[in-house]
């Protein structure tokens, strides 16, 4: 079945690095655009960056761009995310999700804890 599982998160400092990493399995992993998603305490969940299937294309948040970095590795049917310069603002679930069409739809996965302490 369609899995989508979320790893790499913890706490860091402020203008600290993580890299996030997202395990997909149960579909043709190369055939989709993946996306990372974050949700931060008392917040709505917001869109953080795309990739196309082929990792030919990528878009970013205003809030994130030069700071993050989406990437994907269809070999090993994984999508990254880079997190770079963090502030504390960037706490948050961030969540791997793909579109599996109008049959399927949006897929998520569990979502992993990025924590940027004081």
């Known amino acids: 079945q369609v899995q989508l599982v979320e790893s790499g998160g913890g706490l860091v400092q402020p203008g600290g690095s993580l890299r996030l990493s997202c395990a997909a399995s149960g579909f043709t992993f190369s055939f989709y655009d993946m996306s990372w998603y974050r949700q931060p305490p008392g917040k709505e969940r917001e869109l953080v960056a795309t990739?196309?299937?082929?990792?030919?294309?990528?878009n970013y948040a205003d809030s994130v761009k030069g700071r993050f970095t989406i990437s994907r590795d269809n070999a090993k049917n994984t999508v990254y995310l880079q997190l770079n310069s963090l502030n504390p603002e960037d706490t948050a679930v961030y969540y791997c999700?793909?579109?599996?069409?109008?049959?399927?739809?949006?897929?998520w996965g569990q979502g992993t804890q990025v924590t940027v302490s004081s």
């Open positions: 999700k793909t579109n599996l069409g109008i049959r399927r739809g949006p897929y």
């Open positions: 990739i196309t299937s082929t990792g030919s294309t990528t």
